[in-house]
Protein backbone atom coordinates (compact mmCIF):
# COMPACT_ATOMS: atom_id res chain seq x y z
CA UNK A 1 0.00 0.00 0.00
CA UNK A 2 2.60 2.44 1.17
CA UNK A 3 5.26 2.67 -1.87
CA UNK A 4 7.91 5.01 -1.23
CA UNK A 5 9.18 5.38 -4.11
CA UNK A 6 5.66 5.95 -5.50
CA UNK A 7 5.92 9.47 -6.70
CA UNK A 8 3.64 12.13 -4.58
CA UNK A 9 -0.41 12.23 -5.54
CA UNK A 10 -0.40 15.53 -3.32
CA UNK A 11 1.64 18.09 -2.82
CA UNK A 12 0.76 21.50 -1.01
CA UNK A 13 3.51 24.19 -0.39
CA UNK A 14 3.38 27.00 2.39
CA UNK A 15 -0.64 27.41 1.99
CA UNK A 16 -1.81 30.25 3.98
CA UNK A 17 -5.29 31.47 4.09
CA UNK A 18 -6.82 34.25 6.43
CA UNK A 19 -10.52 35.32 6.68
CA UNK A 20 -10.48 38.33 8.16
CA UNK A 21 -8.37 38.09 11.04
CA UNK A 22 -8.28 35.13 11.40
CA UNK A 23 -5.24 33.09 9.91
CA UNK A 24 -7.10 29.69 9.17
CA UNK A 25 -3.60 28.17 7.28
CA UNK A 26 -0.22 29.55 8.32
CA UNK A 27 1.98 28.09 5.98
CA UNK A 28 0.89 24.39 5.68
CA UNK A 29 3.09 22.10 3.73
CA UNK A 30 1.62 18.30 2.70
CA UNK A 31 3.31 15.67 0.76
CA UNK A 32 1.01 12.26 0.11
CA UNK A 33 3.08 9.50 -1.79
CA UNK A 34 0.45 7.90 -4.27
CA UNK A 35 -1.30 4.73 -2.94
CA UNK A 36 -1.43 6.17 0.63
CA UNK A 37 -3.17 7.72 3.24
CA UNK A 38 -2.51 10.77 4.90
CA UNK A 39 -4.41 11.42 7.84
CA UNK A 40 -5.03 15.54 8.90
CA UNK A 41 -5.60 15.11 12.62
CA UNK A 42 -5.96 18.70 14.51
CA UNK A 43 -8.95 19.83 16.88
CA UNK A 44 -11.78 21.84 15.68
CA UNK A 45 -10.95 25.32 14.14
CA UNK A 46 -7.16 23.98 13.07
CA UNK A 47 -7.58 24.06 9.44
CA UNK A 48 -8.36 21.15 8.31
CA UNK A 49 -11.32 21.85 6.28
CA UNK A 50 -9.81 24.96 4.93
CA UNK A 51 -6.66 22.88 3.59
CA UNK A 52 -8.99 20.82 2.26
CA UNK A 53 -11.33 23.33 0.88
CA UNK A 54 -8.25 24.46 -0.83
CA UNK A 55 -7.17 21.54 -2.10
CA UNK A 56 -10.29 19.99 -3.63
CA UNK A 57 -10.03 23.97 -5.73
CA UNK A 58 -13.46 25.30 -3.53
CA UNK A 59 -11.54 28.06 -1.93
CA UNK A 60 -8.11 30.29 -3.40
CA UNK A 61 -5.28 30.18 -1.09
CA UNK A 62 -3.60 33.50 -0.19
CA UNK A 63 -0.19 32.15 -0.90
CA UNK A 64 1.54 28.80 -1.19
CA UNK A 65 1.10 26.02 -4.15
CA UNK A 66 -0.22 22.59 -4.80
CA UNK A 67 -0.13 19.94 -7.13
CA UNK A 68 -2.87 17.27 -6.95
CA UNK A 69 -2.32 13.62 -9.18
CA UNK A 70 0.27 16.45 -11.49
CA UNK A 71 -2.39 19.37 -12.19
CA UNK A 72 -1.54 22.25 -10.62
CA UNK A 73 -4.16 23.93 -8.39
CA UNK A 74 -3.49 27.58 -9.66
CA UNK A 75 -3.29 26.86 -13.18
CA UNK A 76 -5.10 23.84 -13.93
CA UNK A 77 -8.29 23.87 -11.50
CA UNK A 78 -10.27 22.30 -13.87
CA UNK A 79 -7.98 19.46 -14.22
CA UNK A 80 -7.41 18.81 -10.34
CA UNK A 81 -11.67 18.72 -10.34
CA UNK A 82 -11.14 16.02 -13.35
CA UNK A 83 -9.07 13.58 -10.93
CA UNK A 84 -10.20 14.24 -7.16
CA UNK A 85 -13.41 13.23 -5.33
CA UNK A 86 -14.75 15.12 -2.32
CA UNK A 87 -16.63 14.22 0.36
CA UNK A 88 -17.34 16.60 3.03
CA UNK A 89 -18.29 16.93 6.81
CA UNK A 90 -21.60 17.62 5.57
CA UNK A 91 -23.13 15.45 3.51
CA UNK A 92 -23.47 16.99 0.30
CA UNK A 93 -26.30 15.33 -1.34
CA UNK A 94 -29.69 16.08 -2.64
CA UNK A 95 -32.19 15.29 -0.15
CA UNK A 96 -35.22 15.71 -2.76
CA UNK A 97 -33.60 13.48 -5.33
CA UNK A 98 -33.52 9.53 -4.63
CA UNK A 99 -29.48 8.15 -3.98
CA UNK A 100 -29.61 7.03 -7.37
CA UNK A 101 -30.53 10.01 -8.85
CA UNK A 102 -28.00 11.85 -6.71
CA UNK A 103 -24.92 9.20 -7.91
CA UNK A 104 -26.55 9.62 -11.68
CA UNK A 105 -26.14 13.01 -11.59
CA UNK A 106 -22.55 13.72 -9.87
CA UNK A 107 -21.81 11.21 -12.62
CA UNK A 108 -23.59 12.94 -15.21
CA UNK A 109 -21.57 15.97 -14.12
CA UNK A 110 -17.87 13.81 -14.27
CA UNK A 111 -19.32 13.22 -18.20
CA UNK A 112 -19.32 10.17 -17.46
CA UNK A 113 -22.43 10.12 -20.25
CA UNK A 114 -26.10 8.88 -19.07
CA UNK A 115 -25.51 4.92 -19.59
CA UNK A 116 -22.29 4.72 -17.59
CA UNK A 117 -23.54 6.84 -14.97
CA UNK A 118 -26.43 4.86 -14.91
CA UNK A 119 -24.56 1.58 -14.37
CA UNK A 120 -21.75 3.38 -11.80
CA UNK A 121 -24.71 4.27 -9.59
CA UNK A 122 -26.11 0.95 -9.39
CA UNK A 123 -22.29 -0.32 -8.59
CA UNK A 124 -21.96 2.04 -5.95
CA UNK A 125 -25.49 1.17 -4.15
CA UNK A 126 -24.86 -1.96 -3.88
CA UNK A 127 -21.81 -1.81 -2.70
CA UNK A 128 -22.04 1.07 -0.12
CA UNK A 129 -25.36 -1.25 0.88
CA UNK A 130 -27.45 1.05 -0.32
CA UNK A 131 -29.42 -1.23 -3.15
CA UNK A 132 -32.67 -1.36 -1.13
CA UNK A 133 -32.94 2.26 -0.50
CA UNK A 134 -31.75 3.38 -3.67
CA UNK A 135 -34.70 4.41 -4.89
CA UNK A 136 -35.89 6.28 -1.59
CA UNK A 137 -35.32 10.21 -1.66
CA UNK A 138 -32.37 11.65 0.68
CA UNK A 139 -34.22 12.85 3.15
CA UNK A 140 -35.76 9.18 4.80
CA UNK A 141 -32.01 8.03 5.39
CA UNK A 142 -30.03 7.85 7.97
CA UNK A 143 -27.07 9.56 8.83
CA UNK A 144 -24.78 6.51 8.31
CA UNK A 145 -26.29 6.18 5.14
CA UNK A 146 -26.46 9.67 4.18
CA UNK A 147 -22.59 9.75 4.66
CA UNK A 148 -22.22 6.62 2.40
CA UNK A 149 -23.91 8.07 -0.47
CA UNK A 150 -21.73 10.71 0.60
CA UNK A 151 -19.15 8.55 0.14
CA UNK A 152 -20.24 7.01 -3.05
CA UNK A 153 -20.58 10.42 -4.85
CA UNK A 154 -16.78 10.75 -4.36
CA UNK A 155 -15.85 7.63 -6.04
CA UNK A 156 -18.22 8.14 -8.87
CA UNK A 157 -15.59 8.67 -11.63
CA UNK A 158 -13.11 6.24 -9.79
CA UNK A 159 -10.70 9.79 -9.35
CA UNK A 160 -7.15 8.43 -8.82
CA UNK A 161 -6.93 10.83 -5.51
CA UNK A 162 -9.56 11.73 -2.80
CA UNK A 163 -10.36 13.94 -0.15
CA UNK A 164 -12.55 12.79 2.73
CA UNK A 165 -13.22 15.64 5.40
CA UNK A 166 -14.45 14.80 8.98
CA UNK A 167 -16.26 11.57 7.26
CA UNK A 168 -17.50 10.08 10.33
CA UNK A 169 -17.77 13.07 12.59
CA UNK A 170 -21.19 12.85 13.89
CA UNK A 171 -22.02 9.08 13.24
CA UNK A 172 -22.22 6.83 15.91
CA UNK A 173 -20.04 4.29 16.97
CA UNK A 174 -21.29 1.34 14.65
CA UNK A 175 -21.66 3.62 11.90
CA UNK A 176 -18.07 4.73 12.34
CA UNK A 177 -16.80 1.51 12.04
CA UNK A 178 -18.61 0.73 9.28
CA UNK A 179 -17.32 4.10 7.28
CA UNK A 180 -13.72 2.47 8.49
CA UNK A 181 -14.17 -0.59 6.82
CA UNK A 182 -15.38 1.02 3.30
CA UNK A 183 -12.86 3.30 3.57
CA UNK A 184 -9.93 0.48 4.49
CA UNK A 185 -11.51 -1.41 1.47
CA UNK A 186 -11.17 1.97 -0.64
CA UNK A 187 -7.31 2.42 -0.25
CA UNK A 188 -6.81 -1.80 -0.62
CA UNK A 189 -7.68 -0.67 -4.14
CA UNK A 190 -5.07 1.90 -4.30
CA UNK A 191 -6.47 5.30 -4.00
CA UNK A 192 -4.70 7.88 -2.38
CA UNK A 193 -6.40 9.58 0.14
CA UNK A 194 -6.36 12.52 2.49
CA UNK A 195 -8.30 11.98 5.63
CA UNK A 196 -9.20 14.57 8.31
CA UNK A 197 -10.32 13.86 11.48
CA UNK A 198 -10.30 15.39 14.80
CA UNK A 199 -10.48 11.75 16.11
CA UNK A 200 -7.16 10.33 17.00
CA UNK A 201 -8.34 6.53 16.96
CA UNK A 202 -9.41 7.25 13.40
CA UNK A 203 -6.08 8.73 12.06
CA UNK A 204 -4.34 5.77 14.06
CA UNK A 205 -7.07 2.87 12.56
CA UNK A 206 -6.66 4.60 8.68
CA UNK A 207 -3.93 6.55 7.65
CA UNK A 208 -0.20 5.33 6.66
CA UNK A 209 0.95 9.00 7.39
CA UNK A 210 -0.32 11.82 9.92
CA UNK A 211 -0.03 15.05 9.98
CA UNK A 212 -1.18 17.14 13.01
CA UNK A 213 -2.10 20.40 12.74
CA UNK A 214 -3.06 23.79 15.32
CA UNK A 215 -3.57 26.83 14.38
CA UNK A 216 -3.38 26.37 10.52
CA UNK A 217 0.39 25.08 10.66
CA UNK A 218 1.80 21.12 10.98
CA UNK A 219 3.12 20.62 14.75
CA UNK A 220 4.04 17.52 14.10
CA UNK A 221 4.53 14.57 11.66
CA UNK A 222 5.33 10.70 11.14
CA UNK A 223 3.53 7.27 10.95
CA UNK A 224 1.59 7.22 14.44
CA UNK A 225 4.14 4.57 15.21
CA UNK A 226 6.93 7.24 15.01
CA UNK A 227 4.47 10.48 16.26
CA UNK A 228 4.03 7.72 19.72
CA UNK A 229 7.81 7.33 19.54
CA UNK A 230 8.42 11.31 20.26
CA UNK A 231 6.54 11.10 22.86
CA UNK A 232 8.17 8.48 24.66
CA UNK A 233 8.99 4.87 23.41
CA UNK A 234 7.31 1.84 24.66
CA UNK A 235 7.58 0.17 27.55
CA UNK A 236 7.31 -3.51 29.17
CA UNK A 237 4.93 -3.84 31.86
CA UNK A 238 5.02 -6.61 33.96
CA UNK A 239 3.68 -8.21 37.38
CA UNK A 240 5.17 -10.92 39.20
CA UNK A 241 3.48 -13.55 41.21
CA UNK A 242 5.56 -13.33 44.07
CA UNK A 243 7.14 -10.38 45.57
CA UNK A 244 10.43 -12.34 46.68
CA UNK A 245 11.07 -12.62 43.00
CA UNK A 246 10.82 -8.75 42.06
CA UNK A 247 14.91 -8.23 42.31
CA UNK A 248 15.25 -10.77 40.59
CA UNK A 249 12.77 -10.01 37.21
CA UNK A 250 14.56 -6.59 38.12
CA UNK A 251 17.69 -8.19 37.11
CA UNK A 252 16.33 -9.35 34.19
CA UNK A 253 14.54 -6.69 32.76
CA UNK A 254 17.73 -4.47 33.57
CA UNK A 255 19.17 -6.11 30.69
CA UNK A 256 16.85 -5.29 28.24
CA UNK A 257 15.90 -1.55 29.50
CA UNK A 258 17.15 1.38 27.59
CA UNK A 259 16.12 3.44 31.01
CA UNK A 260 15.27 3.48 34.58
CA UNK A 261 13.31 0.42 35.49
CA UNK A 262 10.12 1.78 37.68
CA UNK A 263 9.38 -0.68 40.27
CA UNK A 264 5.98 -0.87 42.19
CA UNK A 265 6.42 -2.60 45.12
CA UNK A 266 2.92 -3.30 46.38
CA UNK A 267 1.56 -3.86 43.04
CA UNK A 268 4.52 -6.30 42.67
CA UNK A 269 4.49 -4.45 38.80
CA UNK A 270 7.87 -3.42 36.95
CA UNK A 271 7.93 -1.35 33.82
CA UNK A 272 10.79 -0.75 32.12
CA UNK A 273 11.43 1.87 28.71
CA UNK A 274 12.45 -0.75 25.43
CA UNK A 275 13.51 -0.55 22.29
CA UNK A 276 12.66 -3.18 19.85
CA UNK A 277 8.94 -4.47 20.82
CA UNK A 278 7.85 -8.07 20.53
CA UNK A 279 11.35 -9.76 19.64
CA UNK A 280 12.48 -7.99 23.35
CA UNK A 281 9.38 -9.17 25.19
CA UNK A 282 10.03 -12.50 23.78
CA UNK A 283 13.32 -12.42 24.93
CA UNK A 284 12.14 -11.33 28.58
CA UNK A 285 9.56 -14.32 28.70
CA UNK A 286 11.88 -16.55 28.04
CA UNK A 287 14.63 -15.50 30.41
CA UNK A 288 11.84 -15.02 33.26
CA UNK A 289 10.64 -18.71 32.37
CA UNK A 290 14.76 -19.57 32.47
CA UNK A 291 15.00 -18.78 35.78
CA UNK A 292 11.34 -19.87 36.27
CA UNK A 293 10.26 -16.40 37.74
CA UNK A 294 6.40 -16.61 37.67
CA UNK A 295 4.30 -13.57 36.47
CA UNK A 296 1.06 -12.75 36.58
CA UNK A 297 0.85 -10.02 34.22
CA UNK A 298 2.82 -8.85 30.90
CA UNK A 299 2.68 -6.48 28.11
CA UNK A 300 3.60 -3.91 26.32
CA UNK A 301 2.39 -0.35 26.69
CA UNK A 302 2.50 1.89 23.85
CA UNK A 303 1.91 5.51 24.06
CA UNK A 304 -1.97 6.58 22.12
CA UNK A 305 -2.05 9.19 20.25
CA UNK A 306 -4.01 10.89 22.80
CA UNK A 307 -0.41 10.76 24.44
CA UNK A 308 1.05 12.86 21.11
CA UNK A 309 -1.66 15.05 21.28
CA UNK A 310 -1.36 16.39 24.63
CA UNK A 311 2.26 16.69 24.51
CA UNK A 312 2.52 18.39 21.10
CA UNK A 313 -0.33 21.10 21.14
CA UNK A 314 -0.66 21.06 25.20
CA UNK A 315 -4.53 20.63 25.16
CA UNK A 316 -6.63 17.99 24.74
CA UNK A 317 -7.63 16.62 21.47
CA UNK A 318 -11.31 17.57 21.17
CA UNK A 319 -13.42 18.35 23.78
CA UNK A 320 -16.77 16.43 22.38
CA UNK A 321 -20.14 18.17 21.71
CA UNK A 322 -22.31 15.95 20.80
CA UNK A 323 -23.53 12.04 21.41
CA UNK A 324 -21.08 10.45 18.88
CA UNK A 325 -18.06 11.89 20.29
CA UNK A 326 -18.76 11.16 24.10
CA UNK A 327 -17.33 7.59 23.07
CA UNK A 328 -14.16 9.30 22.52
CA UNK A 329 -13.75 11.08 25.72
CA UNK A 330 -13.76 7.62 26.99
CA UNK A 331 -11.12 6.38 25.60
CA UNK A 332 -9.10 9.67 25.85
CA UNK A 333 -9.80 9.35 30.27
CA UNK A 334 -9.82 5.62 30.08
CA UNK B 1 -11.33 0.29 -8.22
CA UNK B 2 -9.75 1.09 -11.83
CA UNK B 3 -7.58 3.91 -11.84
CA UNK B 4 -8.14 4.50 -15.42
CA UNK B 5 -11.81 5.64 -16.00
CA UNK B 6 -10.71 9.00 -15.56
CA UNK B 7 -8.14 9.78 -18.30
CA UNK B 8 -5.79 12.75 -17.44
CA UNK B 9 -5.81 14.25 -20.59
CA UNK B 10 -5.12 17.69 -20.93
CA UNK B 11 -7.71 17.95 -23.64
CA UNK B 12 -9.79 20.25 -21.71
CA UNK B 13 -6.95 23.16 -21.44
CA UNK B 14 -4.57 24.12 -19.59
CA UNK B 15 -7.67 26.23 -17.42
CA UNK B 16 -10.02 23.36 -17.76
CA UNK B 17 -11.94 25.36 -20.38
CA UNK B 18 -14.94 23.66 -21.34
CA UNK B 19 -16.73 22.95 -23.99
CA UNK B 20 -20.27 24.46 -25.29
CA UNK B 21 -21.59 21.30 -25.89
CA UNK B 22 -20.24 20.16 -21.94
CA UNK B 23 -21.44 23.40 -20.92
CA UNK B 24 -25.22 22.89 -22.55
CA UNK B 25 -25.16 19.08 -20.72
CA UNK B 26 -24.65 20.55 -17.42
CA UNK B 27 -27.10 22.86 -17.55
CA UNK B 28 -29.28 20.28 -19.05
CA UNK B 29 -28.35 17.75 -15.67
CA UNK B 30 -29.11 20.47 -13.28
CA UNK B 31 -32.32 21.63 -14.61
CA UNK B 32 -33.18 18.29 -14.92
CA UNK B 33 -32.43 17.94 -10.80
CA UNK B 34 -34.39 20.84 -10.45
CA UNK B 35 -37.41 19.68 -12.52
CA UNK B 36 -37.40 16.20 -10.05
CA UNK B 37 -37.68 18.36 -7.41
CA UNK B 38 -40.96 20.51 -8.76
CA UNK B 39 -42.49 17.35 -9.09
CA UNK B 40 -41.27 16.06 -5.36
CA UNK B 41 -42.17 18.92 -3.25
CA UNK B 42 -45.94 19.53 -3.14
CA UNK B 43 -45.75 22.60 -1.29
CA UNK B 44 -44.15 24.33 -3.96
CA UNK B 45 -46.29 22.85 -7.03
CA UNK B 46 -49.07 24.00 -5.16
CA UNK B 47 -47.82 27.63 -4.74
CA UNK B 48 -47.00 27.89 -8.35
CA UNK B 49 -50.57 26.66 -9.55
CA UNK B 50 -53.05 28.12 -6.76
CA UNK B 51 -51.51 31.70 -6.31
CA UNK B 52 -52.07 32.34 -9.99
CA UNK B 53 -55.83 31.21 -9.44
CA UNK B 54 -56.09 33.03 -6.20
CA UNK B 55 -54.79 36.58 -7.92
CA UNK B 56 -56.42 36.40 -11.08
CA UNK B 57 -59.97 35.89 -8.77
CA UNK B 58 -58.86 38.04 -5.96
CA UNK B 59 -58.59 40.59 -8.48
CA UNK B 60 -61.17 40.22 -10.93
CA UNK B 61 -64.13 39.68 -8.36
CA UNK B 62 -62.79 42.10 -5.56
CA UNK B 63 -61.38 44.97 -7.00
CA UNK B 64 -62.73 44.28 -10.73
CA UNK B 65 -65.99 45.55 -10.01
CA UNK B 66 -65.00 49.02 -8.16
CA UNK B 67 -62.43 49.93 -10.77
CA UNK B 68 -63.34 51.63 -13.76
CA UNK B 69 -61.26 51.32 -16.96
CA UNK B 70 -62.65 53.52 -19.65
CA UNK B 71 -63.23 51.66 -23.13
CA UNK B 72 -62.75 47.94 -21.34
CA UNK B 73 -63.59 45.81 -18.75
CA UNK B 74 -60.84 45.83 -15.70
CA UNK B 75 -60.76 42.18 -16.16
CA UNK B 76 -59.83 42.36 -19.39
CA UNK B 77 -57.05 45.55 -18.24
CA UNK B 78 -56.19 43.20 -15.12
CA UNK B 79 -54.95 40.04 -16.71
CA UNK B 80 -51.59 41.36 -18.34
CA UNK B 81 -50.46 43.12 -14.99
CA UNK B 82 -51.48 40.00 -12.82
CA UNK B 83 -49.56 38.03 -15.32
CA UNK B 84 -46.26 40.21 -14.67
CA UNK B 85 -46.87 40.16 -10.91
CA UNK B 86 -46.69 36.56 -10.86
CA UNK B 87 -43.78 35.76 -12.91
CA UNK B 88 -41.98 38.19 -11.33
CA UNK B 89 -42.83 36.77 -8.38
CA UNK B 90 -41.57 33.12 -9.71
CA UNK B 91 -38.43 34.57 -10.40
CA UNK B 92 -37.70 34.54 -6.52
CA UNK B 93 -37.81 30.91 -6.55
CA UNK B 94 -34.75 31.02 -8.39
CA UNK B 95 -33.10 32.87 -5.22
CA UNK B 96 -34.55 30.78 -2.62
CA UNK B 97 -33.80 27.64 -4.65
CA UNK B 98 -29.14 28.89 -4.46
CA UNK B 99 -30.24 29.93 -0.88
CA UNK B 100 -31.30 26.12 -0.02
CA UNK B 101 -28.51 24.96 -1.82
CA UNK B 102 -25.92 27.08 -0.69
CA UNK B 103 -27.03 26.22 2.89
CA UNK B 104 -26.88 22.32 2.31
CA UNK B 105 -23.49 22.02 0.98
CA UNK B 106 -23.94 20.65 -2.02
CA UNK B 107 -22.73 24.10 -3.52
CA UNK B 108 -19.44 22.26 -2.47
CA UNK B 109 -20.44 19.30 -4.26
CA UNK B 110 -20.59 20.81 -7.47
CA UNK B 111 -17.57 23.23 -7.54
CA UNK B 112 -15.20 20.34 -6.80
CA UNK B 113 -16.48 18.54 -9.67
CA UNK B 114 -15.09 19.13 -13.32
CA UNK B 115 -18.37 20.83 -14.21
CA UNK B 116 -18.88 23.74 -15.99
CA UNK B 117 -18.69 27.32 -13.31
CA UNK B 118 -21.83 28.51 -14.84
CA UNK B 119 -24.03 25.73 -15.36
CA UNK B 120 -25.80 25.53 -11.52
CA UNK B 121 -26.42 29.42 -11.98
CA UNK B 122 -27.60 28.51 -15.61
CA UNK B 123 -29.61 25.42 -14.88
CA UNK B 124 -31.45 26.70 -12.27
CA UNK B 125 -32.30 29.90 -14.12
CA UNK B 126 -33.25 27.51 -16.92
CA UNK B 127 -35.23 25.62 -15.01
CA UNK B 128 -37.31 28.13 -12.96
CA UNK B 129 -38.80 28.94 -16.86
CA UNK B 130 -40.71 26.09 -16.41
CA UNK B 131 -42.26 27.12 -13.14
CA UNK B 132 -43.31 30.30 -14.88
CA UNK B 133 -44.60 27.93 -18.13
CA UNK B 134 -46.66 26.35 -15.33
CA UNK B 135 -47.82 29.56 -13.30
CA UNK B 136 -48.78 31.68 -16.90
CA UNK B 137 -50.63 28.41 -18.52
CA UNK B 138 -52.82 28.14 -15.27
CA UNK B 139 -53.11 31.66 -14.94
CA UNK B 140 -54.11 32.27 -18.73
CA UNK B 141 -56.94 29.72 -18.29
CA UNK B 142 -58.43 30.78 -15.40
CA UNK B 143 -58.14 34.48 -16.86
CA UNK B 144 -60.29 33.00 -20.19
CA UNK B 145 -62.73 31.38 -17.10
CA UNK B 146 -63.32 34.79 -16.24
CA UNK B 147 -63.66 36.53 -19.30
CA UNK B 148 -60.36 37.71 -20.66
CA UNK B 149 -59.99 37.25 -24.35
CA UNK B 150 -57.22 37.01 -26.45
CA UNK B 151 -57.91 39.53 -29.40
CA UNK B 152 -55.03 39.80 -31.71
CA UNK B 153 -53.34 37.02 -33.97
CA UNK B 154 -52.05 33.83 -32.10
CA UNK B 155 -48.27 34.32 -33.24
CA UNK B 156 -48.68 37.80 -31.30
CA UNK B 157 -50.35 36.28 -28.50
CA UNK B 158 -47.15 33.61 -28.04
CA UNK B 159 -45.11 36.80 -28.64
CA UNK B 160 -46.54 38.30 -25.83
CA UNK B 161 -45.91 35.20 -22.95
CA UNK B 162 -42.55 34.62 -24.72
CA UNK B 163 -41.71 38.64 -23.80
CA UNK B 164 -43.36 37.54 -20.19
CA UNK B 165 -41.20 34.48 -19.73
CA UNK B 166 -37.81 36.58 -20.78
CA UNK B 167 -38.39 39.48 -18.21
CA UNK B 168 -39.04 36.10 -15.42
CA UNK B 169 -35.58 34.78 -16.73
CA UNK B 170 -33.84 38.39 -16.65
CA UNK B 171 -35.20 38.75 -12.59
CA UNK B 172 -33.67 35.07 -12.14
CA UNK B 173 -30.67 36.26 -12.67
CA UNK B 174 -30.81 39.06 -9.95
CA UNK B 175 -32.40 36.61 -7.58
CA UNK B 176 -29.77 34.67 -8.48
CA UNK B 177 -27.21 37.46 -7.50
CA UNK B 178 -29.00 38.30 -4.30
CA UNK B 179 -29.44 34.67 -3.16
CA UNK B 180 -25.64 34.70 -3.18
CA UNK B 181 -24.32 37.66 -1.63
CA UNK B 182 -27.01 36.49 1.27
CA UNK B 183 -27.35 32.64 1.41
CA UNK B 184 -30.63 32.43 3.40
CA UNK B 185 -33.97 31.49 1.96
CA UNK B 186 -36.03 33.21 4.84
CA UNK B 187 -34.32 36.63 3.77
CA UNK B 188 -34.70 36.12 0.45
CA UNK B 189 -38.10 35.69 0.76
CA UNK B 190 -38.74 38.56 3.07
CA UNK B 191 -36.65 40.92 0.54
CA UNK B 192 -38.07 40.27 -2.34
CA UNK B 193 -41.94 40.75 -0.85
CA UNK B 194 -40.48 44.12 -0.32
CA UNK B 195 -38.76 45.11 -3.55
CA UNK B 196 -40.97 43.31 -6.01
CA UNK B 197 -44.47 44.53 -4.29
CA UNK B 198 -43.72 48.39 -5.10
CA UNK B 199 -42.40 47.62 -8.26
CA UNK B 200 -45.76 45.97 -9.41
CA UNK B 201 -47.90 48.43 -7.74
CA UNK B 202 -46.24 51.44 -8.68
CA UNK B 203 -46.75 50.81 -12.22
CA UNK B 204 -49.59 49.67 -14.16
CA UNK B 205 -50.36 46.70 -13.97
CA UNK B 206 -53.84 46.91 -11.70
CA UNK B 207 -54.35 51.00 -12.47
CA UNK B 208 -53.74 53.16 -15.65
CA UNK B 209 -49.78 54.56 -14.76
CA UNK B 210 -51.41 58.08 -16.23
CA UNK B 211 -53.56 57.91 -13.09
CA UNK B 212 -50.89 58.27 -10.27
CA UNK B 213 -49.62 61.43 -8.44
CA UNK B 214 -46.57 62.87 -10.25
CA UNK B 215 -43.36 60.88 -9.50
CA UNK B 216 -44.88 58.12 -8.96
CA UNK B 217 -46.26 58.31 -12.34
CA UNK B 218 -42.79 59.12 -13.60
CA UNK B 219 -41.65 56.34 -11.96
CA UNK B 220 -44.46 53.89 -12.94
CA UNK B 221 -43.78 54.76 -16.98
CA UNK B 222 -40.08 54.15 -16.75
CA UNK B 223 -40.88 50.60 -14.33
CA UNK B 224 -39.88 47.58 -16.54
CA UNK B 225 -42.95 45.88 -14.90
CA UNK B 226 -44.73 48.46 -16.53
CA UNK B 227 -43.43 48.06 -20.01
CA UNK B 228 -43.52 44.06 -19.97
CA UNK B 229 -47.27 44.59 -19.17
CA UNK B 230 -47.97 47.23 -21.47
CA UNK B 231 -46.11 44.89 -24.01
CA UNK B 232 -48.26 42.23 -22.78
CA UNK B 233 -51.68 44.07 -23.05
CA UNK B 234 -50.68 45.13 -26.67
CA UNK B 235 -49.90 41.73 -27.99
CA UNK B 236 -52.87 40.33 -26.60
CA UNK B 237 -54.77 42.59 -28.36
CA UNK B 238 -56.47 43.67 -24.51
CA UNK B 239 -56.15 47.88 -25.37
CA UNK B 240 -59.17 48.80 -27.03
CA UNK B 241 -58.94 51.05 -29.86
CA UNK B 242 -59.72 54.75 -28.89
CA UNK B 243 -57.41 54.63 -25.80
CA UNK B 244 -54.68 57.95 -25.60
CA UNK B 245 -51.59 56.94 -26.38
CA UNK B 246 -49.30 56.99 -23.49
CA UNK B 247 -46.74 59.77 -23.42
CA UNK B 248 -43.80 58.30 -22.46
CA UNK B 249 -41.51 56.41 -24.50
CA UNK B 250 -40.93 53.65 -22.59
CA UNK B 251 -44.99 52.37 -22.90
CA UNK B 252 -45.10 53.73 -26.50
CA UNK B 253 -42.31 51.34 -27.13
CA UNK B 254 -43.06 48.42 -24.70
CA UNK B 255 -41.66 45.88 -26.41
CA UNK B 256 -38.34 47.12 -27.43
CA UNK B 257 -37.93 48.95 -23.68
CA UNK B 258 -38.94 45.36 -22.20
CA UNK B 259 -36.53 43.44 -24.44
CA UNK B 260 -33.43 45.99 -23.91
CA UNK B 261 -34.23 45.74 -20.04
CA UNK B 262 -33.95 42.41 -19.98
CA UNK B 263 -30.34 42.09 -22.17
CA UNK B 264 -28.63 44.67 -20.18
CA UNK B 265 -29.83 42.80 -16.54
CA UNK B 266 -28.85 39.36 -18.30
CA UNK B 267 -25.59 40.83 -19.24
CA UNK B 268 -24.99 42.29 -16.19
CA UNK B 269 -26.22 39.72 -13.85
CA UNK B 270 -24.88 36.73 -15.41
CA UNK B 271 -21.35 37.50 -15.07
CA UNK B 272 -21.57 39.15 -11.96
CA UNK B 273 -23.62 35.71 -10.41
CA UNK B 274 -20.94 33.60 -12.42
CA UNK B 275 -17.95 35.25 -10.45
CA UNK B 276 -19.76 35.61 -7.20
CA UNK B 277 -20.52 31.91 -7.65
CA UNK B 278 -16.80 30.66 -7.85
CA UNK B 279 -15.89 32.96 -5.13
CA UNK B 280 -18.58 31.35 -2.30
CA UNK B 281 -18.29 28.83 -0.41
CA UNK B 282 -20.49 27.51 2.23
CA UNK B 283 -17.68 27.45 4.61
Request: glycine share 8%.
Amino acid sequence: MHQTTAAPAIVATGLRKRFGDVVALDGLDLTVPEGSVLGLLGPNGAGKTTAVSILTTLLEPDEGSATIAGADLRTQPGEVRRRIGLSGQFAAVDEVLTGRENLVMIGRLYRLGRTRSKQRAAELLERFDLSDAGDRPVKTYSGGMRRRLDLAGALVAEPPVLFLDEPTTGLDPRSRIELWGVIRELVSRGATLLLTTQYLEEADQLADDIVVIDHGRAIASGTADQLKAQVGGERIELVVADAARLDDAHQVLAAHATGDIEVQVPARALQAPIDGGVDVLTDVLQELRHRQIEISDVGIRRPTLDDVFLTLTGHVAEEPDDDAQRTDRAEVTA
Amino acid sequence: MSQTAIEPTTAGGAGGRISWRDTLSDIGVIAHRNVIKITRVPEVLVFVLLSPIMFVLLFAYVFGNSIDIPGTTYREFLIAGIFAQTVLFGATFTGAGIAEDMQKGIIDRFKSLPMSRSAVLAGRTASDVIYNVLSVAIMALTGLAVGWRIRGSILEAVGGFALLLLFAYAISWVMAWVALLVPSVEVINNASFMVIFPLTFVANTFVPAEDLPGPLQTFAEWNPVSAVTQAARELFGNIPPGTPEPTAWSLQNPVLYTLIWVVITVAVFAPLSVSRYQRSSTR
